[in-house]
């Protein structure tokens, strides 16, 4: 089976709709590791969306969503205090602006960790959903809380990941500025965290939205980036009245 493998979306239609032209017929499931909303314009757009295609009660097997920091933050569950200025103002925005249903449906979302049929789903950490891993050192603190040999993460916003081969931890490199794609092996003798990018705010000074599809038959995963029309993503956040912060790192990928 082919998963496509989302994260971090953050309310930005223009490059998820950009992202699911190009991974149109690679894939058999949805499943995203969560941040569906924060950030960008289009919040009800992207939850619309999720609900069309992905249950929130994570009984499904196909396919599946888990919840991030910023689900929660929007929808109540969670405190901003602990956001930037900027994170703050796009967090009170967008919980004023997603509609009841909307709003209940992101309180519903899955807590990760989540088996999605061989392998994890988490949104930060497996030991802690809004723990951030962005080092080897971080990655290896990760392994003993590990229930398969391959979870995908997201929180970061920076593609890539890590494998452990015990006991050596070795970062997994992002997709080059110059290609488009980048195939990796998972394989059986050593354990994997995976990070398909972010969708909708990559930080990973690349711009184009980040996303990835596993061929679970072939234990394949294959990292992408894809350009899309990220000036008018940054026009209706400042349209909106959000801080021109929020549009302007778009265009840098930071």
Same mark, same amino acid.
């Given at each position: 089976?082919?998963?496509?493998i989302?994260?971090?979306?953050?309310?930005?239609?223009?490059?998820? $709709?950009a992202? *699911?032209?190009?991974? #149109?017929?690679?894939?058999? /499931?949805? %499943?995203?590791? !969560?941040?569906?909303?924060?950030? @960008?314009?289009d919040?009800?757009?992207?939850?619309?969306?999720?609900?069309?295609?992905?249950?929130?009660?994570?009984?499904?097997?196909?396919?599946?969503?888990?919840?991030?920091?910023?689900?929660?933050?929007?929808?109540?569950?969670?405190s901003?205090?602990?956001?930037?200025?900027?994170?703050?103002?796009?967090?009170?925005?967008? $919980?004023?602006? *997603?509609?009841?249903? #909307?709003?209940?449906?992101? /309180?519903? %979302?899955?807590q !990760?960790?989540?088996?999605?049929? @061989?392998?994890?789903?988490?949104?930060?950490?497996?030991?802690?959903?809004?723990?951030?891993?962005?080092?080897?050192?971080?990655?290896?603190?990760?392994?003993?809380?590990?229930?398969?040999?391959?979870?995908?993460?997201?929180?970061?916003?920076?593609?890539?990941?890590?494998?452990?081969?015990?006991?050596?931890?070795?970062?997994?490199?992002?997709?080059?500025?110059?290609?488009?794609?980048?195939?990796?092996?998972?394989?059986?003798?050593?354990?994997?965290?995976?990070?398909?990018?972010?969708?909708?705010q990559?930080?990973?000074?690349?711009?184009?939205?980040?996303?990835?599809?596993?061929?679970?038959?072939?234990?394949?995963?294959?990292?992408?980036?894809?350009?899309?029309?990220?000036?008018?993503?940054?026009?209706?956040?400042?349209?909106?009245?959000?801080?021109?912060?929020?549009g302007?790192?778009?265009?840098?990928?930071?």
């Amino acid at each position: 089976m082919r998963h496509l493998i989302l994260s971090d979306i953050h309310s930005n239609n223009e490059a998820l $709709s950009a992202v *699911l032209k190009h991974a #149109n017929g690679r894939y058999d /499931r949805i %499943l995203c590791l !969560g941040d569906l909303v924060g950030y @960008g314009s289009d919040p009800n757009e992207i939850v619309d969306w999720v609900r069309d295609v992905m249950p929130a009660d994570g009984t499904a097997t196909d396919p599946r969503v888990i919840r991030g920091n910023h689900d929660k933050a929007c929808c109540g569950l969670d405190s901003i205090e602990d956001f930037n200025p900027a994170a703050q103002a796009s967090s009170l925005w967008t $919980s004023d602006t *997603l509609t009841e249903e #909307n709003l209940l449906f992101l /309180r519903g %979302l899955t807590q !990760g960790p989540v088996d999605a049929g @061989g392998f994890d789903l988490v949104h930060g950490a497996p030991s802690d959903e809004d723990e951030y891993i962005i080092t080897a050192d971080d990655a290896a603190g990760m392994y003993e809380h590990l229930r398969t040999g391959l979870t995908f993460f997201g929180h970061t916003h920076l593609q890539g990941g890590f494998f452990f081969r015990r006991p050596v931890v070795k970062a997994i490199e992002k997709v080059p500025a110059k290609w488009t794609e980048l195939t990796i092996s998972i394989d059986e003798n050593s354990s994997f965290l995976i990070n398909p990018g972010s969708v909708g705010q990559p930080r990973d000074n690349d711009w184009r939205a980040a996303y990835a599809i596993y061929e679970s038959d072939d234990r394949l995963v294959t990292y992408y980036r894809v350009e899309y029309d990220v000036a008018e993503a940054r026009r209706r956040i400042l349209d909106a009245g959000l801080p021109v912060i929020l549009g302007d790192r778009l265009l840098v990928g930071r």
